[in-house]
């Protein structure tokens, strides 16, 4: 199933955070694989922010698999340069 979330906001106010929420909640949901997650970004702070905090819920939190820091968080430039070279776009 593909879903799609867009979550906008000013600077500061807290987008990443509400990106990973949504996420655990997803996941804990059973409506979303973490293995098959993506999470865009435009800039490589944000996709570090969210990066981070999915690492730290799996230390933190026991009940989060391993598997939720192998979620792909990327820019959308990063995305887009890895389906050319994968050959995606025919």
Known sequence: ????TKVKGCA?????YTTRE????AFADGDVAPWGS????????ATQDVKE?????VENKHEYPDSFADVDVSTF???CLRAAREDRFK
């Not at 199933?1 to 799609?4: G, S």
């Not at 905090?53 to 819920?57: P, V």
């Open 22 to 25: 949504l996420l655990f909640a």
């Open 53 to 57: 905090g999915l690492a730290k819920a």
């Open 77 to 79: 430039n990063a995305l």
């Open 1 to 4: 199933m593909t879903r799609v």
């Open 12 to 16: 500061g106010s807290g987008k990443s």
């Open 38 to 45: 993506c999470i865009a970004s435009f800039t490589r702070a």
